[in-house]
């Protein structure tokens, strides 16, 4: 109260003072005003805009809300560039109206006023969207000249013309396919699945590929008819080329479908922070005893569905519900018995001993310990001085059945196949393995393979079995356990295993593995799991970051749903 008398003592005495009162509470209600309508005006939001793609002249409408009921200060803007005042026909506070200038771009669209930016939104300019141009198929769709006329299996042929493309990608050579039932048609994906085989990159088939010329290999399972080459541009015209059989031809025959389904469950997932699990699911294999391999269903969606062996899926811990996640997939899969019609005084020494196939599958890799000293002290002891390939083969496969025991118990995974000739005895895996090593050491070019055996109850087994390569006339399989008399429900019971599984393989056996599949570790510190003795040949089935505590993982084996 002491301090205010003093002023009001002043305010009465002195004009001055009174005057520059009055106007200060002037100045103080001007700005209060000012800031109190700034504080109330809110900031623009715009619910939509027509056109999204528009052309220069037309009349662009945003409809929002808060855009003021007369424009002032506020403005539009299309990729940062403002409009000018000239150009609106319309400003309300829910509706604005104004002409698309001349030099507008693609952009965002905003409105703004004294309370800020609207969120954007997006408009397209017509004229500067790339019109695709519709390619000619007088200049884009593959075309065949010519063709070597005739050729034996694993033989190199050249194919001459245009269009293939500068590199094959996923391009690929169809042959007509050497099976029972094929009519010759390629209207369809699925007419071209029935009738024909592409030549295999798992054989190292393809030689060279350029836009004009094409080398590449005869494959197995092929036979004479028409060739055609296969781009993401189109199909070529056909053109006919004789595949001869100097060393027998053989018959694909007894057709069946299988339909399968593969699980997998994760539970008691853990993590101190945000982790992954990546499950590689083995995809059955394609070839030609097996040529139609279709995924029917998956869950959950993969993260890669398009790998040639595995199907790749990938699962935050985190987003596991309850602790547990199913991973499965189902499959419709075409198979077909083979008998090999082989003329044994045919077969020849190799000729082609620096071939990408011949090195591969003569070599040791991590399943197939062809290299260790006790499988060449084996091979020694059983060929001798053996030259020919077929009779070679023989020497090891008649060996090992007169000398070894089958067990129908598959043994512990980590039990090794070199355990066979000391223990005088083991399981099918055993039996596979050891095969294909001693015919790797003895210069003969052989694959491991797994898979299931479909059995005439509809049951499954894990199964491994082997195939020999002989050249001018393609793979050879060798089934020594069922050789042997393994338990198992066959459709039709073969007279003498031991003669017909030197050679001829049933539809019964599903592929899920031609060879070894090695994967690699896609995380750094990453914890993977190998299952050995399984129905795939595979270094990595699952993958958990290192930030994964605990979880459990269970496979089983590929069920049969069907069988037509």
């Known amino acids: 109260m002491n301090l205010l008398n ?69 403005y539009v803007e299309i990729s940062g560039s403002k409009i000018n005042n000239l150009d609106f026909s319309l400003w309300s506070d829910k509706k604005i109206q104004f002409t698309i200038p001349q030099n507008v771009s693609d952009g965002l669209v905003i409105v703004a006023n004294s309370s800020g930016k609207s969120e954007p939104a997006f408009f397209a300019n017509e004229n500067r969207i790339p019109v695709a141009v519709r390619p000619d198929p007088q200049t884009t769709i593959p075309v065949v000249s010519t063709i070597t006329k005739s050729a034996n299996i694993g033989d190199i042929i050249t194919i001459t013309g245009k269009n293939f493309g500068a590199a094959r990608g996923n391009s690929k050579v169809y042959f007509t396919a050497n099976r029972e039932d094929i009519s010759g048609e390629k209207n369809t994906s699925e007419d071209i699945e029935s009738n024909y085989i592409c030549a295999s990159e798992n054989d190292y088939d393809y030689i060279l590929w350029t836009d004009g010329e094409i080398s590449v290999k005869v494959p ?45 469950d994760i539970s008691t997932a853990s993590a101190s922070q945000e982790a992954f699990i990546t499950l590689y699911m083995p995809r059955p294999a394609e070839c030609s005893f097996q040529p139609s391999i279709n995924l029917n269903e998956y869950y959950p969606d993969p993260l890669i569905k398009d790998d040639p062996r595995d199907v790749i899926y990938q699962k935050s811990i985190n987003s596991i519900t309850n602790h547990k996640q199913r991973f499965s997939q189902t499959y419709v899969i075409t198979s077909y018995e083979v008998k090999s019609n082989i003329l044994s005084s045919k077969i020849a020494a190799y000729k082609d001993t620096k071939s990408v196939l011949y090195t591969a599958y003569t070599s040791p890799d ?51 196949v070199l355990d066979l000739p000391r223990r005088n005895s083991g399981d099918a895996y055993d039996f596979a393995i050891l095969f294909t090593a ?70 019964q056996h599903i592929y899920f593995s031609r060879g070894w599949n090695q994967i690699r570790a896609s995380l750094i510190n990453s914890k993977t799991v190998y299952l050995p003795r399984s129905y795939a040949l595979q270094s990595i089935w699952e993958e958990a970051s290192d930030e994964t505590s605990s979880y459990s993982s269970l496979w089983n084996t590929p069920s049969i749903n069907g069988i037509y």
């Open 366 to 416: 991590a399943c197939v310990p062809s290299n260790h000293e006790t499988v060449i002290e084996l091979k020694n002891l059983i060929v001798g001085k053996e030259k020919n390939p077929y009779k070679k083969a023989r020497l090891i496969y008649d060996y090992l059945l007169e000398n070894y025991k089958l067990e129908n118990k598959v043994r512990p995974g980590e039990a090794s």
């Open 220 to 264: 197995d399972g092929a036979a004479s008819g028409p060739v055609f080459v296969a781009t993401s541009r189109g199909i070529s015209d056909s053109v006919r080329t004789a595949v001869n059989f100097p060393a027998g031809k053989k018959s694909y025959v007894n057709k069946h479908t299988f339909v399968i389904q593969i699980t997998a």
């Open 438 to 507: 001693l015919c790797r050491a003895a210069d003969i070019p052989s694959i491991p393979c797994s898979g299931i055996l479909a059995s005439s109850n509809s049951l499954s087994q894990a199964h491994w079995w082997s195939e020999i390569y002989f050249e001018n006339y393609g793979w050879f399989p060798v089934d020594i356990a069922l050789a042997s008399g393994m338990d198992f429900t066959a459709f039709v019971p073969a007279e003498n295993p031991r003669e017909y599984y030197f050679g001829n393989i049933d539809c």
């Open 6 to 74: 003093p002023f009001i003592t002043l305010l009465r005495r002195s004009p001055a003072v009174r005057f520059a009162c009055f106007f200060g509470l002037i100045a103080l209600i001007i700005f209060g005003s000012a800031f109190i309508g700034k504080q109330t005006q809110k900031k623009p939001v715009i619910h939509k805009i027509n056109p999204v793609l528009g052309l220069p002249g037309n009349t662009m409408t945003i409809y929002g809300e808060n855009f003021g009921e007369v424009k002032g200060s506020s």
